[in-house]
């Protein structure tokens, strides 16, 4: 059996080529067109990993499995070479088999070898600024991608023995799945466009089992209706019925008619239901560092950017101390319904809906600016401390683009938040230091103003060069690798001559002296608070009471409260949580606050959660610590 299996894979040698030139071909436009080592796991799993799934993805895996399995059988009997294999001394079932398992062996072999490469293009790019590398998703993927070509591979088997019919039959198929999914939002377990659809929990990758099981079994009906089909069937030579010219062209006309149909389906959906090709002309702007590319819509916004952009670049660039600029490529077409921007080595997304003001979209790249000089000038190591680093990754950008772009209004909202949550929830520079612990019992946004509010005390203390000389001193060479993140801190400062316990001292003042200039009435606390169920409805209510915090006098109601629930979300949005608004009722000591949330977005009994509320109009939430709630 394991030398007729070698036997058939050496018949596939010349599919093997096919799909092999179609990868080879794929990473030479990859590195082409953009540099190898600044692809991160975000950008590599961008819209393969995104929730749900993608009629085009998996139209594209079943062609390549369809066009393997049609090339086992109907080639063997049409050149009568299926006779010489039922003259060996083996069965037809171990003939069947023997195809079969090295097709399947062949089609994981070009998924192994992909996931391969892009496992090696990820870690030559260690940085990203938090786009970390998630192995648990990474196998995943691959084992399901496996599983699927069998299952699509078993499909083409059976649908061989049709010929050009049987691809004409699954054709009509993907074209009613994707009729059907657009008009009914979903075609349920029984399509294998559900086989590759993801959930989350967290940053786990949870595949659909139950529509993986279905198919597997019906995968295995398939073969085994295809065995009996096949091992019944002569070669050309030895019975077999030749078919007439008139039916061959009439196949043919079929075939090519459905196939057409299938491609301008395709183009449309590659042209109008995902991208922005479809929807939106992008332009492109050049400056002498930047290159810009732009919603056409968005004229007046990018002329306002372009102004200030290399103004702006070469005030970061003082402040850094950096002398060499490094050229950036942004992207301002992209759409986030969690982040403003995001920069990689390099490279910068921009969302320009994210704010209504240009002057905050000017600000924005500001920021996403500096995370691509702190890439460049600490030569990632940044991205080899990040749980050290968070804080100041995040509070440098939001400390350098305040200082280029000033906003002061949003600055000081920001750092009144800052303040509050820094003395009531007694945050330290050990949270700060410590990304998971930190995310898991206070608000991650804090990273922001919190290290904005740090990198202050830190450039007062240590002197307006200290960021710069940071960032080279931790890229510099022969540094210690893997330190604990405290000893990091002081092995990295001490390179320049700057004294930590200094910086802590004077921010913790500077935190007092903010704290104690913050209108205290704004930020009420939450007291008497209820998790239950409503047996009616099913849902999870949470009444709580908003009262003036004990360094006030009177409350002033939020115009909006809100619950966040962690850890709970199955979504893609892996780490966004889901919040629901609550409603508030006055009362004389203060107001009753009800929230209600969906019970189907609480994983069990018990769960955590965190009430939030706008201290003003505008402002960001504040967020008191995560709760525990039992149902």
Same mark, same amino acid.
């Given at each position: 059996?394991?030398?007729?299996?070698?036997?058939?894979?050496?018949?596939?040698?010349?599919?093997?080529?096919?799909?092999?030139?179609?990868?080879?071909?794929?990473?030479?436009?990859?590195?082409?067109?953009?540099?190898?080592?600044?692809?991160t796991?975000?950008?590599?799993?961008?819209?393969?990993?995104?929730?749900?799934?993608s009629?085009?993805?998996?139209?594209?895996?079943?062609?390549?499995?369809?066009?393997?399995?049609?090339?086992?059988?109907?080639?063997?009997?049409?050149?009568?070479?299926?006779?010489?294999?039922?003259?060996?001394?083996?069965?037809?079932?171990?003939?069947?088999?023997a195809?079969?398992?090295?097709?399947?062996?062949? =089609?994981?072999?070009?998924?192994?070898?992909?996931?391969?490469?892009?496992?090696?293009?990820?870690?030559?790019?260690?940085?990203?600024?938090?786009?970390?590398?998630?192995?648990?998703? @990474?196998?995943?993927?691959?084992?399901?991608?496996?599983?699927?070509a069998?299952?699509?591979?078993?499909?083409?088997?059976? *649908?061989?023995?049709?010929?050009?019919i049987?691809?004409? +039959?699954?054709?009509?198929?993907?074209?009613?799945?994707? &009729?059907?999914?657009?008009?009914?939002?979903?075609?349920?377990? &029984?399509? +294998?466009?559900?086989?590759?659809?993801?959930?989350?929990?967290?940053?786990?990758?949870?595949?659909?089992?139950?529509?993986?099981?279905?198919?597997?079994?019906?995968?295995?009906?398939?073969?085994?209706?295809?065995?009996h089909?096949?091992?019944?069937?002569?070669?050309?030579?030895?019975?077999?019925?030749?078919?007439?010219?008139?039916?061959?062209?009439?196949?043919?006309?079929?075939?090519?008619?459905?196939?057409?149909?299938?491609?301008?389906? %395709?183009?449309?959906?590659v042209?109008?239901?995902?991208?922005?090709?479809?929807?939106?002309?992008?332009?492109?702007?050049?400056? #002498?560092h930047?290159?810009?590319?732009?919603?056409?819509?968005?004229?007046?916004?990018?002329?306002?950017?372009?102004?200030?952009? #290399?103004?702006?670049?070469?005030?970061?660039?003082?402040?850094?101390?950096?002398?060499?600029?490094?050229?950036?490529?942004?992207?301002?077409?992209?759409?986030?319904?969690?982040a403003?921007?995001?920069?990689? @080595?390099?490279?910068?997304?921009?969302?320009?809906?994210?704010?209504?003001?240009?002057?905050?979209?000017?600000?924005?790249?500001?920021?996403?600016?500096?995370?691509?000089?702190?890439?460049?000038?600490?030569?990632?190591?940044?991205?080899?401390?990040?749980?050290?680093?968070?804080?100041?990754?995040?509070?440098?950008?939001?400390?350098?683009?305040?200082?280029?772009?000033?906003?002061?209004?949003?600055?000081?909202?920001?750092?009144?938040?800052?303040?509050?949550? &820094?003395?009531?929830?007694? +945050?330290?520079?050990?949270?700060?230091?410590?990304?998971?612990?930190?995310?898991?019992?206070?608000?991650?946004? *804090?990273?922001?103003?919190?290290?904005?509010?740090?990198?202050?005390?830190?450039?007062?203390?240590?002197?307006p060069?200290?960021?710069?000389?940071?960032?080279?001193?931790?890229?510099?060479?022969?540094?210690?690798?893997?330190?604990?993140?405290?000893?990091?801190w002081?092995?990295?400062?001490?390179?320049?001559?700057?004294?930590?316990?200094?910086?802590?001292? %004077?921010?913790?003042?500077?935190?007092?002296?903010?704290?104690?200039?913050?209108?205290?009435?704004?930020?009420?606390?939450?007291?008497?608070?209820?998790?239950?169920?409503?047996?009616?409805?099913?849902?999870?209510?949470?009444n709580?009471?908003?009262?003036?915090?004990?360094?006030?006098?009177?409350?002033? =109601?939020?115009?909006?409260?809100?619950?966040?629930?962690?850890?709970?979300?199955?979504? %893609?949005?892996?780490?966004?949580?889901?919040?629901?608004?609550?409603?508030?009722?006055?009362?004389?000591?203060?107001?009753?606050?009800?929230?209600?949330?969906?019970?189907?977005? +609480?994983?069990?009994?018990?769960f955590?959660?965190?009430?939030?509320?706008?201290?003003?109009?505008?402002?960001?939430?504040?967020? #008191?610590?995560?709760?525990?709630?039992?149902?």
């Amino acid at each position: 059996m394991v030398r007729l299996i070698f036997k058939e894979a050496r018949q596939l040698w010349p599919i093997a080529g096919l799909w092999l030139a179609v990868l080879v071909l794929n990473y030479a436009i990859q590195l082409a067109t953009e540099r190898f080592d600044e692809q991160t796991f975000t950008g590599w799993c961008e819209g393969y990993c995104d929730y749900n799934s993608s009629a085009t993805i998996i139209i594209f895996t079943a062609l390549i499995a369809l066009v393997t399995a049609y090339s086992l059988f109907p080639r063997e009997h049409d050149d009568a070479t299926i006779d010489f294999l039922r003259a060996l001394p083996i069965s037809r079932r171990s003939v069947f088999i023997a195809k079969v398992f090295a097709a399947w062996g062949l =089609l994981c072999l070009i998924n192994v070898l992909s996931y391969g490469l892009d496992a090696f293009l990820l870690s030559t790019n260690p940085e990203s600024i938090g786009g970390r590398f998630y192995p648990q998703v @990474w196998t995943t993927l691959l084992w399901r991608d496996c599983l699927v070509a069998f299952i699509i591979l078993s499909h083409g088997v059976l *649908l061989s023995w049709f010929r050009t019919i049987g691809l004409l +039959i699954y054709a009509i198929y993907l074209l009613a799945l994707m &009729w059907a999914e657009s008009a009914l939002g979903t075609t349920g377990v &029984w399509s +294998i466009l559900s086989l590759l659809s993801n959930e989350y929990d967290g940053s786990t990758l949870i595949v659909d089992t139950r529509a993986l099981s279905i198919h597997t079994g019906v995968a295995f009906l398939a073969l085994f209706i295809a065995y009996h089909l096949w091992s019944r069937t002569d070669s050309s030579v030895s019975g077999a019925k030749q078919a007439t010219l008139g039916l061959k062209v009439f196949k043919g006309l079929l075939s090519f008619s459905g196939f057409a149909i299938l491609a301008l389906v %395709l183009a449309y959906q590659v042209g109008v239901g995902t991208g922005s090709a479809g929807t939106q002309s992008l332009r492109v702007a050049t400056t #002498e560092h930047y290159r810009f590319v732009y919603p056409a819509a968005r004229e007046d916004t990018m002329q306002y950017i372009l102004e200030y952009a #290399e103004s702006d670049y070469a005030a970061l660039g003082e402040l850094l101390a950096v002398p060499d600029l490094p050229n950036i490529r942004v992207d301002l077409s992209a759409q986030s319904e969690h982040a403003a921007g995001l920069a990689t @080595w390099k490279k910068i997304q921009m969302d320009l809906n994210a704010f209504s003001a240009d002057v905050s979209q000017r600000r924005v790249l500001s920021h996403e600016t500096t995370h691509v000089l702190q890439a460049v000038e600490s030569d990632r190591a940044l991205s080899r401390n990040y749980g050290a680093v968070k804080f100041f990754i995040e509070g440098m950008a939001q400390y350098t683009s305040f200082e280029v772009v000033p906003e002061e209004a949003r600055r000081q909202s920001n750092w009144a938040l800052a303040a509050v949550s &820094w003395k009531r929830q007694n +945050i330290e520079f050990i949270d700060l230091i410590d990304e998971a612990g930190f995310t898991d019992q206070y608000d991650p946004e *804090l990273h922001y103003s919190l290290g904005d509010l740090w990198t202050r005390a830190f450039v007062s203390s240590c002197g307006p060069e200290a960021l710069g000389d940071f960032l080279r001193a931790s890229g510099r060479e022969g540094a210690v690798q893997n330190l604990p993140p405290a000893i990091f801190w002081r092995d990295t400062t001490r390179q320049f001559d700057c004294d930590l316990d200094s910086v802590n001292e %004077l921010w913790r003042s500077q935190m007092q002296t903010l704290y104690e200039s913050v209108q205290q009435s704004r930020f009420p606390v939450y007291t008497d608070v209820v998790a239950s169920v409503n047996e009616a409805t099913g849902q999870v209510v949470i009444n709580a009471k908003l009262v003036a915090h004990e360094s006030a006098d009177a409350v002033d =109601l939020p115009d909006r409260v809100i619950v966040r629930i962690g850890a709970s979300s199955t979504r %893609l949005a892996a780490g966004v949580d889901p919040v629901y608004r609550g409603q508030v009722t006055q009362l004389a000591d203060g107001a009753k606050v009800s929230f209600t949330v969906p019970r189907a977005a +609480i994983d069990g009994n018990r769960f955590r959660y965190q009430l939030g509320l706008t201290p003003s109009d505008g402002s960001r939430y504040y967020y #008191e610590s995560w709760r525990r709630g039992s149902l």
